[in-house]
């Protein structure tokens, strides 16, 4: 895989691609391409050479064609929410933003599925499907501009994912684009289907690497009527963890479980410069609980079922919030951690493993203690019922003691998770960032297999390298 | 791909193998390889050389290997529970039979996981989870005899699928043994899991080609507590068909919707020699609805609901079972419409597409008129709310008017389906039978990659030859 080697063969290729997409969607200005160079990974940033946005799937068929026979890389481009780095033009070439392809195609009510570009926003599908009556579960937090079809490529989870499961689990049929052009359905818009492969969840989760997914449909689901959100604190983190793994014991299925732990939780007040209940230095972890339900009785059982479990492990106040503004409020620690992460001058770095549940308790008292030792500040919340926690690694930017000594740290992190049976990612994937990681997760058998798959589909390597493998 | 062609070379692979299992679970008498040369499918049969029962994954890296070098197929079995032939040694060789691995592992009732060898028998798994006060949802009709691991090799769905999906949804990860030898879990036990290509979803589905899967790690459910059957009767199929679409339309969540067309009904009563409701010559479709809750005050509403909707599409009678014999009896026609086709030599020949809701009335419709114009007598019933019909063409055996006429009466109803949205296997999968109707469905590309894939696994092509691709 090569670069753009020469000013006479890039003027040539940008000659090419303006027949395909027209002169004003073939972009090579500095500052125009700037915003393009990044994404929400750190402040990390590459410059490239062309960025280009295609009407549709045909437009990306052929100027795939033109930079495979040309073997320039290939960076697809959703919303750029990523904070893995997958959007990033590692290796310079062409940038393809999907910015264009953003229309909902269709909402079907009665076989209950959605049809969407791939850029359209995340956010306006869940409204439009809403609308509907109907409902797509998983949103990332990120819903207000991350991309469907990033969402896909990434098997993108959400908050709601320990009821409802990740991307993959909503997605039916994929229209995707290969390298050679070729311009594809990989499923069909039924709710079973045991034919062949199962090429479509080959393309979910795979980070560009296999082509461009340019259609997506999801199944959808009845948009469930009710929903409350329970909040309370815990003077040890150990019953915290108690308190979840009974709840998930109790045969409920909260829609959302958030666990915040005490620095997060200082961290946050602090930068809210505003008082919220059970913030006391004593409190060690919130646990935020949303349950759904189609209707109000089931609700009312459900939440009076969870707080009789909450009081076996806690002795403090249990919040709960059923309008909007309440829950608002009691939301508001957990939506600001990382705001307050960014502030100040503030460095963070995010690990994102997915652990078993029973783990949970071990793996953040063992990552405080390897971060102790290490002289590391870290701060611990996250998706607990469904073991994706989030790991925030964190300093005053003057005291960032290298990327060394951070690759270290991460390393030695990783390993005590994944010896306890999790992963390197439950959401964010492997992109740039972590692509290092992968045989730490991944016998030797299976990192041939994927990268061997990687050439069925991208035999020249033009999409999106530098990534995951 | 070539089969064992002389004497002195089977003999040497038999003691090859023997080295590995063991004298005992090598086997090559006529009479013990008998019942493994056919499968549920049809009256198929077809004779082959060697049948092995290995202890254990090792065993298998082993004579995988083995037959690799010697260019022998290999005919991955389960239960023997398949319709399509998956199982059927079609090119002669080894047959090897998972009936060893037969050991379910951990139940993991706070990770809420089960890992189980790939010979357990569903039923046994189903029961063992619900023990627990766990449940694993997709548990296809031939639960008493189906292996876990053939389960996931067809991507077997259930009853249940409208509500729960397929087995796919439950799969977190996979011990698999490739051609070569090697042997490696493909995911991890945890919830979420964005690291890589998805291999544990490749193998879901793959029908034997790409390697044998040994073990299997599927995530659980909370167990509902309890259920209710519903039966009612209709003039009309459209109204039936509409009822259908009205349940769906309401947000409710059937845990299973059965659909009996006119002559699947007519054909079952003559069979059961008995009197049952609402079969009457007039009636003509059944509609059985499971709904399931949690509590007892929500199934009651959603009983009720369903019961007002269906009132509104039909005037006869509601039937409501709840206890244990009140079901079974209402479900006493659907369980028997495979008796009474096999019965009295009589032929049949099962289609098993997945089409959109929303096309099941004109599906039947014209398949009707399909058969008629053709002279074949149809039976239509199944899994309507997902789309999952089984289209039983059957005939008296001595009037069978021969496979090539059959055949083109099948080109046709796929066709039908398929322009219409539809996939020609919902749960059955391609196997031996449905092969050669692969490219109606999929275009020349999802073919390619799909037969590349099975080669980056399967070099020498020893994994189920003639089977899928």
Redesign the interface.
């Known amino acids: 895989m090569t670069s753009i080697q020469s000013d006479a063969r890039l003027q040539q290729v940008i000659g090419l691609l303006e027949t395909v997409c027209g002169c004003s969607y073939v972009i090579t200005g500095e500052e125009d391409l700037r915003a393009y160079g990044s994404d929400e990974t750190q402040d990390l940033y590459f410059p490239f050479d062309i960025l280009v946005k295609p009407a549709d799937e045909k437009e990306i068929g052929e100027l795939l064609r033109i930079c495979n026979r040309y073997r320039i890389p290939v960076t697809p481009r959703g919303g750029g929410s990523g904070v893995t780095g997958g959007a990033l033009p590692v290796q310079k070439g062409v940038v393809l933003s999907t910015e264009r392809l953003n229309k909902i195609i269709t909402i079907?009510?009665?076989?209950?599925y959605v049809i969407a570009e791939c850029g359209v926003i995340t956010q306006e599908l869940c409204e439009a499907v809403e609308e509907k009556?109907l409902f797509f579960p998983v949103a990332p937090t990120s819903r207000a501009f991350s991309f469907v079809g990033g969402n896909v490529a990434?098997?993108?989870?959400s908050m709601y994912?320990?009821k409802y499961?990740?991307t993959?689990?909503y997605v039916i049929n994929l229209q995707v684009v290969?390298p050679n052009g070729?311009i594809?359905?990989?499923g069909?818009?039924?709710?079973?289907?045991?034919?062949?492969?199962?090429?479509t969840?080959?393309f979910?989760?795979?980070e560009g690497?296999l082509g461009v997914i340019t259609k997506v449909v999801f199944r959808l689901?009845?948009?469930p009527?009710v929903s409350a959100l329970m909040l309370t604190g815990f003077d040890d983190l150990a019953m915290a963890c108690e308190a979840v793994?009974a709840i998930?014991?109790s045969?409920?299925?909260p829609a959302a479980a958030e666990l915040i732990g005490h620095s997060a939780l200082q961290l946050t007040r602090a930068y809210l410069k505003e008082s919220f209940p059970l913030t006391a230095d004593r409190i060690k972890a919130h646990l935020l609980i949303e349950l759904n339900a189609?209707?109000e009785?089931?609700l009312a059982?459900e939440t009076e079922t969870v707080a009789q479990l909450l009081g076996e492990y806690t002795q403090d106040e249990i919040f709960l919030g059923s309008s909007s503004p309440e829950k608002e409020r009691l939301w508001m620690i957990r939506r600001n951690i990382g705001n307050a992460l960014k502030s100040e001058n503030r460095l963070y770095r995010d690990i994102?493993v997915?652990?078993?549940?029973?783990f949970v308790y071990r793996y953040i008292s063992g990552v405080e203690e390897i971060c102790k030792r290490e002289g590391v500040a870290v701060a611990c919340f996250g998706?607990v019922l469904?073991?994706?926690l989030h790991t925030m690694l964190h300093w005053e930017k003057a005291s960032f003691p290298g990327e060394d000594h951070f690759a270290a740290v991460l390393h030695e992190i990783y390993d005590f998770a994944i010896s306890n049976?999790?992963?390197?990612?439950?959401?964010?994937?492997?992109g740039y960032l972590?692509k290092e990681f992968?045989p730490l997760?991944?016998?030797a058998?299976?990192?041939r297999?994927?990268k061997?798959?990687?050439t069925?589909?991208d035999p020249e390597g033009i999409m999106n390298p530098g990534k995951?493998?």
């Open positions: 079907n009510e009665t076989d209950r009556g990434e098997n993108a989870g994912s320990c499961g990740t993959s689990r290969l070729e594809f359905w990989t069909a818009n039924v709710e079973k289907n045991a034919t062949g492969l199962d090429l969840r080959l979910v989760g795979s690497l689901l009845p948009k009527r793994i998930r014991r045969g409920l299925s189609a209707d009785n089931r059982f994102d997915c652990i078993p549940l029973s998706h469904d073991g994706n049976g999790g992963v390197i990612s439950g959401e964010h994937g492997i972590q992968m997760q991944f016998p058998s299976s990192l297999l994927m061997e798959i990687k069925v589909f995951v493998l």
